[in-house]
């Protein structure tokens, strides 16, 4: 997998492979998704997670001329041919033809009054299919976010909200707002295979712990804890015992608080819009951080870090910030793009390959497995492989919304692209969306009771 930046076209970058694993991941977050409820004493802990501390304001270089006016909901359509032409004074992105723009044959510009042209890397297909299942199915909140990984350009970044019309669609993807719920469940387990302190088939006896976790659960009880099972599966089926068990024995403050950073929470992620951070507040107390360590409160997550973090997995433990914009040009036809990011390793390659075999299980025969698999244990999209992680968590204070997560990449033995999709649907009046693949790779929605 090469990591070159890409100076092509955007649309088609991945044939149809982007659409077939964009569309399976909305189907992957639903009906079969784990869900763990917070305990009402702990829910407002975990709201918390959301108030950053004070931060000093940095000092900014100056903005370039068009940098604080990109705005990906401006974009429109232009074919390929006249796409880095520099756009006439005052003029909108529109074919001179007139004819009707198809997005298979066009990319997104941004085009400002002052004749600097600006290329997006968003895929149009995909990124209004994305908003188009979110809106037909009027889901509360909704996000998208897909990543190229050869340089993490971002092919998706879809918000959607038919619960708040006022709510800025980017900031639905570029904010904080979701518990990150069992998807947290990588960082611990990268601290432990980080510190040697356990393996995929270390095993941990437990009882219960399904929709929550209790002090005395926590707590080994030979008489009690009669099913055993490895870390493996507790990624792939989302044991939180085993887990917060190991976590209990294993991990102090620091070492969690540290794996969590270079994982990218707590930091600020590179990009051209602002990216919140993700907080991620690891209690001193070990019986309350292990509860958060298996995905429990105290943690929020934004959509476009979901997907960094899994293209950090994708990667093999190297982290390069993502891009939306492919190219800017000026009014005279001057390239003006900014220079990328560089790139950066943020864990080791032997641990994100382990995490990334443990995240097969999970579609394989994990708590995803409804989603990529018929009931004759047929593989709704065949021959690829897909590596994830499923999340999700009901709160109990208004809104007391659920919020469901699937992140992950694929194909997982040579990744191409890397993927986050959060919806937060209401968990009371009905029901939730889910979304099968058939054998041609056609879409279709459709609706299962809870």
């Known amino acids: 997998m090469a990591y070159t930046g890409n100076t092509g076209k955007t649309s088609g970058r ?14 992957a977050i639903a009906f079969y998704v784990q869900r763990q409820e917070v305990p009402s004493e702990h829910d407002l802990v975990r709201k918390a997670a959301t108030v950053l501390p004070h931060e000093v304001a940095e000092e900014k270089p100056r903005a370039l001329p ?35 723009v198809e997005p298979g044959s066009a990319r997104l510009v941004q085009d400002l009054n002052d004749g600097h042209r600006i290329l997006l890397t968003l895929d149009p297909v995909l990124q209004d299919s994305a908003l188009t299942i979110f809106r037909n199915r009027e889901i509360p909140y909704a996000a998208a976010v897909m990543l190229d990984l050869r340089d993490n ?35 611990t387990t990268a601290t432990l295979l980080d510190a040697g302190a356990a393996t995929p088939s270390t095993k941990v006896c437990f009882a219960g712990g399904f929709r ?7 707590r080994d009880d030979a008489s009690r804890d009669q099913r055993c099972e490895t870390l493996s599966d507790a990624i792939a089926h989302s044991y939180n015992l085993v887990i917060g068990k190991l976590a209990l024995r294993h991990l102090d403050q620091a070492q969690l608080v540290s794996m969590a950073k270079s994982l990218q929470f707590e930091q600020k992620i590179p990009f051209e819009l602002s990216i919140e951070r993700s907080p991620a507040h690891i209690p001193a107390d070990p019986i309350e951080r292990a509860k958060v360590a298996a995905g429990f409160w105290n943690v929020d997550l934004s959509p476009i870090h979901a997907a960094v973090l899994a293209s950090i997995l994708a990667r093999r433990g ?14 005279d036809g001057t390239d003006l ?55 999700s968590l009901t ?32 968990p009371s009046g009905g029901s939730r969306p889910t979304m099968r693949l058939d054998g041609s790779f056609r879409s279709t929605l459709s609706v299962a009771p809870r």
């Open 212 to 218: 929550g976790i209790t002090d005395a659960e926590l």
């Open 66 to 100: 068009w940098e604080d006016r990109l705005d990906p909901g401006a974009a429109s359509l232009v074919p390929y041919e006249s796409a880095k032409t520099p756009a006439p004074d005052g003029s909108v992105a529109d074919d001179p033809t007139g004819r009707k």
């Open 395 to 426: 709160g109990k204070k208004p809104p007391a919304l659920n919020y469901n997560w699937f992140l992950g990449y694929a194909p997982a033995d040579r990744p191409e692209i890397a993927f986050a999709v959060l919806l937060a649907n209401s």
């Open 337 to 391: 793009t900014p220079p990328r990011p560089g790139i950066d390793r943020v864990l080791s390659r032997e641990v994100a390959e382990q995490l990334g075999e443990m995240m097969i299980g999970t579609t394989r025969n994990g708590t995803a497995r409804k989603s990529f698999r018929d009931g004759h244990g047929n593989d709704y999209i065949a021959d690829v492989v897909v590596a994830g992680k499923t999340g």
């Open 14 to 27: 991945l044939g149809g492979l982007g659409a077939v694993f964009f569309l399976g991941t909305l189907g």
């Open 153 to 187: 350009a971002v092919l998706v970044l879809a918000g959607h909200s038919s619960m708040d019309a006022e709510v800025d669609p980017m900031e639905i993807v570029t904010n904080a707002w979701a518990p990150a719920a069992s998807t947290f469940k990588l960082v």
């Open 318 to 331: 190297v982290m390069q910030p993502p891009h939306l914009i492919a190219q800017v040009i000026g009014p």
